[in-house]
């Protein structure tokens, strides 16, 4: 990782089927950031990156907006996925992986199954190329936090997925989900999460996919009248998910990514409270 050079400020507080390619912004779906603020990324020369609003069709042909991804069409995985967490509901779960032909130049706005367009891969993953793999599919924006059935459905697109170890991913990771579900559920709102992806310097067998190194979680919601926010990443040495402040987030992430500064929460949208006490009560960074 030490070849590479960018700088990720997630400007939202709480930061940091089916998808619609938006240029250099995510203006259809700010929504999924405190403050209607998305992160501001800058990838290592070489690196594309392309804003998607991951959206679906309804039974009324409406398009539905359900989360944020930032996807690397070098590296074939999301950089990392927002979405705003309400309490979460019993969904049941079914898989049937979508792509985005619009990344591969088709002028459907939204994810469409495996085999529509006629360029598909060129620019992202597909079902193929995790076969015999060894690999999972490890879901940024998880089923388990997912509240309604569009979101569920939405999660399954390979925008939302990079290679994961399938013990860390079915074991750790799982439980590490449960846990930031209960914790998010005390929260008096509904709460912001943004997960990334630090990618390996390797990929998978195909040559083309890039296997995720570490994954890592930002949470932060409101509780008794304060912001509260917390930090995750794993595997750490020990195989396990380590939970931390921001603060050691980011310099954690300054190490993974060897970059200068990751500022995660740069900015805190101030509360119905006077000016004295909403001072004292900012805790996400």
Aim: proline share 7%.
């Amino acid at each position: 990782m030490r070849h590479l050079v960018f700088l990720l400020l997630l400007s939202s507080v709480c930061f940091f089927a089916l998808s619609e390619v938006v240029g250099n912004n995510f203006k259809e779906c700010k929504e999924f950031f405190l403050d209607t603020a998305p992160p501001d990324f800058t990838p290592p020369a070489g690196v594309s990156v392309k804003p998607i609003c991951q959206c679906i069709w309804d039974d009324n042909d409406k398009k539905m907006y359900l989360y944020a991804t930032l996807y690397s069409t070098t590296w074939k995985i999301p950089v990392y996925s927002a979405y705003v967490f309400y309490e979460s509901k019993s969904i049941g779960r079914c898989d049937p992986w979508y792509i985005e032909p619009q990344l591969d130049g088709d002028s459907e706005p939204c994810m469409r199954p495996k085999g529509y367009g006629s360029n598909i891969g060129t620019n992202q993953a597909v079902n193929s190329d995790y076969e015999k793999s060894g690999y999972d599919k490890g879901h940024l924006y998880p089923v388990l936090h997912t509240d309604n059935h569009l979101s569920m459905l939405a999660t399954s697109t390979l925008t939302n997925a990079a290679p994961q170890n399938p013990d860390f991913n079915r074991k750790t990771w799982l439980e590490h989900e449960r846990a930031v579900t209960e914790d998010l559920e005390s929260c008096d709102e509904a709460a912001y999460v943004v997960t990334g992806v630090v990618p390996d310097t390797k990929t998978i067998p195909n040559k083309k996919v890039t296997v995720s190194k570490y994954y890592w979680r930002a949470t932060c919601c409101l509780k008794n009248n304060q912001y509260t926010g917390k930090g995750y990443y794993g595997p750490d040495n020990n195989g396990k998910v380590e939970e931390s402040t921001i603060k050691d987030l980011q310099d954690k992430l300054n190490g993974f990514y060897q970059i200068q500064k990751i500022q995660i929460f740069p900015r805190i949208p101030p509360l119905n409270k006077p000016a004295k006490i909403a001072k004292t009560t900012y805790t996400c960074n």
